[in-house]
């Protein structure tokens, strides 16, 4: 499938039109509805990025319901918790997922199954009989054939209810408001602005993140929204997405910082084997991106590279272009147009110029947050209604125009960082991003997947602990799991 022909999503050997994935929508919200899911409600979603990934998000919002997704690596424990917490009243997962959490499912939840397509068994190994439904299970597709199409006016939009990794305590899921029409007309023109999504027949993006996380949720279904042509890739590999950017001429991406690493480290003439000309718009967050990475992927694919800073809670808060990386390497970009940012000191006043201090923000068009059944907790990180953003690290006040760059870290604790991940990769926990420091980026950045809670947890608590014994240290910043976390002794 290239871009000119039918819109719609191509998954592997396989491709259903925007016009077949909105009609299963209207037939599953009949069929939720009849379930009794409503306003306010939530529908977990355990899938990676398939057909109906995306018809479950749409037919959960077209009732006014959170789609909730889950970690697709989290044990019986921690899903059955999520579940638990955001009251799903339906959980619609892949065969071999279910299996991985079953122990964990409350009895009340009504379990829709999606057989693991082809592609997707391939990626990830899973065995012929784990692909499929255990009997007795009732199949997704199954359900939204029975159920009518729904013709009710859909009510207003909440978005996805997006669970924190939990490193501080329990995963706290996202709570947001209903969107007001003017708030998602802005919320588009923002995908237009950063993101570079808008309507045009010929874009064709490319999605390789779990929808499980905040970014590339929202990026797929602002896509969907616009009618673009969506290839969906199974799971990452540098060499496949070359190779289904040459295939499918793709024009937009929104990945991360591992991935421009694991690209640069193809040779070079795997690199030159594939056409990347047709790349127009690509955007990239989760972590901080090395300098020296940002400049040969500029070098590499042209000045369409861009890279945004926010959170789950705020949306995008600050952004930069190609040029900018290119004229001054680190930095994080400029605060958006209506976005605020404040550095403020222990007490929250706001910190003199040249002097350090935690950042909080707040993105200008989405609506009101809150921690589900937590909004003490929400008040707890909130200043005002600003965030504590914890993706970046302690900055000096500068004007709110200025460029924001992240800073690196002591040699001591990056080596002991590197050892740490090196420790952790060798008991088999998969490590994806540990460090924003360019000096060990290469060692910790080429992992995969993530490490389990506790793993994290016991990383986190080994960490305070140097910074206890190091208190002349500054504040320093470490991300684990594409989080960020800001220390002080």
């Known amino acids: 499938m290239t871009a000119g022909k039918t819109p719609g999503v191509t998954a592997g050997d396989r491709f259903r039109s925007w016009a077949d994935i909105q ?16 306003e306010d409600s939530s529908v977990a979603l355990m899938l990676r990025n398939d057909f109906p990934t995306f018809e479950a998000n749409m037919a959960a919002s077209q009732l006014g319901a959170y789609p909730v997704p889950i970690n697709w690596h989290y044990t019986p424990e921690e899903a059955g918790y999520i579940l638990q917490d955001c009251g799903a009243e339906v959980l619609v997962v892949h065969a071999d997922l279910l299996a991985q959490i079953a122990a964990g ?100 993006a490319l999605m390789n993140g779990p929808m499980y996380h905040s970014a590339p949720a929202a990026y797929a279904m602002a896509s969907a929204r616009l009618g673009l042509h969506i290839v969906l890739q199974a799971r990452f590999e540098a060499e496949d997405m070359l190779r289904l950017i040459d295939k499918h001429r793709v024009s937009h991406m929104h990945i991360v910082p591992t991935m421009f690493v694991r690209l640069l480290r193809l040779p070079q003439d795997v690199r030159q084997r594939y056409d990347v000309s047709s790349l127009r718009f690509i955007t990239h967050g989760a972590a901080p991106c090395a300098p020296a990475v940002k400049r040969q992927m500029i070098e590499w694919w042209g000045p369409v590279i861009n890279e945004y800073y926010g959170a789950t809670e705020t949306g995008v808060v600050v952004w930069h272009g190609s040029a900018d990386a290119l004229r001054k390497p680190g930095t994080v970009g400029r605060l958006v147009p209506g976005g605020t940012l404040r550095i403020v000191d222990e007490e929250g006043q706001d910190v003199k110029q040249g002097e350090a201090g935690e950042i909080y923000v707040r993105g200008p068009n989405l609506a ?20 504590l953003e914890k993706l970046g690290a302690t900055l000096k006040k500068e004007h709110q125009q200025a460029d924001f760059s992240v800073r690196p870290l002591p040699a001591e604790l990056r080596a002991y960082i590197a050892d740490d991940v090196r420790y952790l990769t060798e008991l088999g926990r998969m490590v994806k991003q540990a460090c924003v420091d360019a000096d060990i980026l290469e060692e910790v950045w080429g992992m995969d997947a993530f490490p389990t809670d506790r793993t994290v947890d016991n990383f986190i608590m080994r960490l305070r602990r140097l910074f206890e014994t190091n208190p002349e240290e500054p504040r320093h910043l470490v991300t684990l799991r594409g989080r960020g976390y800001l220390f002080k002794p």
């Open 23 to 38: 009609a299963n929508a209207a037939r599953a919200a009949s069929g939720l509805a009849a379930l009794g899911v409503g």
């Open 105 to 204: 499912v409350p009895a009340n939840v009504k379990v829709l199954v999606v057989p693991t397509p082809p592609e997707i068994a391939a990626a990830y190994n899973v065995p012929p009989e784990k692909a499929k439904a255990p009997a007795g299970a009732e199949l997704w597709q199954d359900f939204v054939a029975a159920a009518p199409p729904r013709t009710d006016p859909p009510k207003l939009a909440r978005g996805s209810m997006i669970y924190t990794s939990g490193t501080t305590g329990r995963p706290k899921g996202v709570r947001r408001r209903p969107s007001t029409p003017e708030q998602q007309a802005a919320s588009a023109a923002e995908a237009a602005t950063f993101w570079g999504l808008k309507p045009d027949p010929d874009a064709v």
């Open 368 to 387: 009101e947050v809150t921690y589900n059944n937590d909004e003490a907790k929400r008040k707890e990180v909130g200043l005002g209604d600003l965030v």
